[in-house]
């Protein structure tokens, strides 16, 4: 198997509020390659940002394994969690606001993430400017944020996120709040910044064009990975995830179009698999019609 950046299998993760339990993810399997660029999608509710924050070492998972870079986020300790989110992971966030303090030039708020990872003064400064110019910036370093443009702070935002050289980007609706040309451009970058240092970068977004601009979107549902679509290849077909269980959920649409009332019968046909409603063929097809069937 390709080499991983990202390994989760089985995670679950329950949110306890007073006497009420939420299962935010429910078993998930997900294995992102080194230099993926990932979008995952879903609707709203379904686990996108749990697992963003659980990736990101914000939060920890009540149960599975979750690895990212050799590190098990499921056994670590305080010490070990700060460094980690130092070290590993960059994030962005949509709301500007969070990514950037309002009373810094964007070349203090870059050196902000180095400072506390203990980065000699010297090399601070010079990476600062490094990846300032590497996003555009470098004329606008002595800029505050109230100064600059929407995309011009999401760039900034992109050189604070990785000050400290980490190898995961995680992004939660990076261009939610920029206009369609300025999104473009960020995604652009994004692109850049994959080619050129390799980075490993996960979205979650809720917009086509952002997910379709990444190599892979992977859909989660009720806490679980469900489809996928591999936007690399030349005709982009969205696939079922098995999971390593064997669970398999239908695309909404080929449940509406086949009704299965909670039970299927699976059959073996020689290279695939066929899924018929348990309580009998579909209505006005032969048994050979294909209708329900799931190529595996
Ligand atoms: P998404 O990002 O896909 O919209 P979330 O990960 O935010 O989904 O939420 C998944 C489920 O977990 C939802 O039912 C949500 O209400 C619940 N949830 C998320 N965070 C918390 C929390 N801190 N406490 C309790 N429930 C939460």
Request: net charge neutral; aromatic share 2%.
């Amino acid at each position: 198997m390709v080499d991983a950046l990202v390994e989760a299998h089985n995670l679950v993760k329950i949110y306890k509020a007073a006497d009420l339990e939420v299962v935010a993810l429910q078993g998930l399997d997900l294995h992102v390659p080194r230099g993926e660029m990932l979008a995952l999608v879903g609707p709203s509710g379904a686990g996108k940002s749990t697992l963003l924050n659980i990736l990101g070492g914000l939060d920890e998972p009540s149960a599975g394994k979750c690895m990212v870079a050799g590190v098990d986020l499921t056994h670590l300790s305080a010490r070990d969690r700060l460094r980690y989110r130092r070290r590993v992971v960059g994030h962005v966030w949509q709301q500007t606001s969070r990514n950037l303090l309002g009373d810094l030039t964007l070349l203090d708020n870059v050196m902000v993430p180095m400072v506390l990872a203990g980065y000699p003064a010297r090399r601070r400064k010079r990476r600062a400017r490094e990846l300032l110019e590497l996003v555009g910036l470098g004329p606008r370093m002595r800029y505050r944020p109230d100064r600059l443009s929407g995309g011009e702070q999401q760039r900034g935002a992109l050189a604070v996120a990785l000050a400290n050289e980490p190898p995961l980007l995680l992004a939660d609706e990076p261009t939610g709040e920029l206009d369609s040309v300025t999104a473009r451009e960020v995604l652009g970058l994004l692109r850049g910044l994959n080619a050129e240092l390799g980075l490993t970068t996960i979205i979650v977004t809720h917009d086509k064009l952002v997910a379709e601009a990444m190599d892979r979107s992977v859909a989660i549902r009720d806490g679980r990975t469900s489809t996928e679509v591999l936007h690399a290849e030349e005709r982009a077909e969205e696939t079922a995830i098995i999971d390593s269980v064997g669970r398999l959920q239908i695309p909404k649409a080929l449940l509406d179009a086949v009704r299965f009332s909670g039970r299927a019968r699976v059959h073996l046909a020689g290279d695939h698999l066929e899924l018929w409603p348990a309580a009998g063929a579909p209505s006005g097809n032969g048994a050979n019609s294909g209708n329900g069937a799931a190529k595996s």
